[in-house]
């Protein structure tokens, strides 16, 4: 059973750099979220794909973020000139219908 | 505005016994309601859901109470296990209008089950 894989799982890096994480989704999941969860809260929703098509994004992503998905398949979440304040766990959501999300183990990030 | 209110914070359940957390919603086009488990260092994994036509739904020890008039939600633990101890989040969905149906979760409640 090949649920959904994030790559890396932990990521340091120092303010100003650039980081870019990946998701893969279950197979036949034509549908995918990115969350970002900081300590102590619940995920928030930042981004969404139906196939390559990004249709939605939250206001929480900045235009130092970008997320793709080529081809429908793996997505990448691209944060530009990293802050400390965007420390937390990134989470990778797939699915096929409207409702159930199966997440992955997410990305650690770590802003120093 | 937080759009779901969870309670408690922490909970600490002796083994065998129930733990019970509690959950409010304020928008009324909610429509599935999942709980979600997470262990430290892990993603969360789908514990069981409910849609709002229904005021209850079992899933082994796990139940989902629904109450659509209070816009309350509930999740007992029945028989509480050492195992179980984790965070455990409620959510809600609803059709965004741009195309999603992303999930808005409820802040947490820790949960630990002492022997």
């Known amino acids: 059973d090949t649920g959904v894989s994030q790559d890396p799982r932990h990521k340091i890096t120092k303010r100003g750099q650039n980081v870019t994480f990946r998701c893969d989704p279950i197979s036949e999941h034509n549908r995918l979220y990115w969350y970002r969860q900081t300590l102590g809260q619940g995920p928030e929703f930042l981004t969404y794909f139906q196939n390559e098509a990004q249709l939605e994004k939250s206001r929480l992503l900045s235009d130092r973020f970008s997320a793709e998905r080529p081809k429908g398949s793996f997505s990448t979440l691209e944060i530009q000139r990293t802050e400390q304040g965007d420390s937390a766990m990134y989470l990778c959501?797939?699915?096929?219908?409207?409702?159930?999300?199966?997440f992955g183990p997410g990305t650690r990030l770590t802003v120093l | 505005q937080q759009q779901v209110k969870q309670s408690p914070q922490s909970l600490i359940v002796q083994k065998g016994g129930i733990s019970i957390i509690n959950c409010a919603y304020e928008n009324t086009a909610f429509d599935y309601f999942p709980w979600y488990q997470q262990f430290p260092g892990k993603g969360p994994a789908l514990l069981i859901a409910i849609r709002p036509d229904v005021s209850e739904k079992k899933e082994g020890r796990f139940t989902i109470s629904f109450n659509k008039s209070a816009k309350q939600f509930s999740l007992h633990i029945m028989d509480s296990q050492p195992g179980d101890s984790a965070t455990y989040f409620c959510a809600a969905t609803a059709y965004s209008g741009a195309g999603s149906y992303q999930l808005t979760f409820g802040k947490g409640t820790k949960l630990s089950v002492i022997p």
């Open positions: 959501a797939s699915t096929s219908k409207e409702d159930t999300q199966y």
